[in-house]
């Protein structure tokens, strides 16, 4: 089987526990106001046999044995049955998988592939339909359907948000986030508030595209502190 992926870390230590494998899927469904990676969106990248991909993850098996492979993008479950079978012959080597998603894909695909990670990565990019709808094109409704999935699979789950200035950082957005993932506690292992960076932005430039956040400040450390301390609140 062929999947068509945009690029491939071999020692990545941000995309799940430990060192790992990181394939990046070409094609996305989302058009996130603050994408970081814009040459994800279309289809287009190398095209590669899944016996292919095995093979050249498995050259790294040494290193990263203790860690893993994750699969992120671009989104993943646009090419479910692709990295599905990748995932399957990853376990059958003893390697973790990690699928990290917007979870805002659906077809036949789709329970195989997440019955086959051992991990989801799940970005819930706003609390309200609307933002999500507002600034990227998806949906809440469907990430919180696969959160559901994933729960009923029994898999662990990381939650992350990027934290954007007006936008994704406030107080209330944070206990909001909190009501949200309340039905979902027992599978859910962490969440995560990342940094909006414009490390992006000369991609945006190469591609003539522009990056509609560019005069907005990055995220400091005072404002993630603030979050994590919201996040961290009794509500009892």
């Given at each position: 089987m062929k999947g068509i992926i945009s690029s491939f870390q071999?020692?990545?230590?941000?995309?799940?526990?430990g060192v790992r494998a990181v394939v990046f899927a070409a094609g996305c469904p989302l058009r996130c106001i603050y994408c970081h990676n814009p040459e994800t969106w279309?289809?287009?990248?190398?095209?590669?046999?899944?016996?292919?991909?095995?093979?050249?993850?498995?050259?790294?098996?040494?290193?990263?044995?203790?860690?893993?492979?994750?699969?992120?993008?671009?989104?993943?479950l646009m090419q479910g049955a692709f990295f599905a079978e990748v995932a399957e012959r990853l376990k059958r080597e003893?390697?973790?998988?990690?699928?990290?998603?917007s979870g805002n894909y659906f077809d036949g695909a789709t329970e195989r592939l997440v019955r086959a990670a051992d991990l989801i990565i799940l970005d819930i990019k706003f609390v309200t339909e609307s933002d999500y709808k507002k600034y990227t094109g998806g949906s809440l409704e469907k990430t919180l359907a696969f959160l559901e999935l994933a729960m009923r699979e029994k898999k662990r789950v990381w939650i992350r948000q990027v934290a954007v200035k007006r936008l994704t950082d406030g107080d209330e957005s944070v206990r909001t986030l909190k009501k949200i993932l309340a039905p979902y506690r027992g599978c859910i292992d962490k969440?995560?508030?990342?940094?909006?960076?414009?490390?992006?932005?000369?991609?945006?430039d190469r591609?003539?595209?522009?990056?509609?956040?560019?005069?907005?400040?990055?995220?400091?450390?005072?404002?993630?502190?603030?979050?994590n301390a919201v996040?961290?609140?009794?509500?009892?």
């Open positions: 071999s020692l990545g230590t941000l995309d799940g526990p279309e289809m287009k990248g190398e095209e590669v046999e899944s016996d292919e991909l095995v093979k050249k993850i498995l050259r790294f098996k040494p290193f990263i044995k203790n860690g893993g492979v994750t699969f992120s993008g671009g989104e993943p003893n390697l973790h998988v990690a699928l990290d998603t969440i995560e508030f990342l940094p909006f960076r414009k490390i992006c932005l000369e991609k945006y591609m003539n595209i522009d990056f509609p956040l560019k005069n907005l400040a990055e995220t400091d450390e005072i404002t993630l502190d603030g979050m996040l961290a609140e009794n509500d009892c």
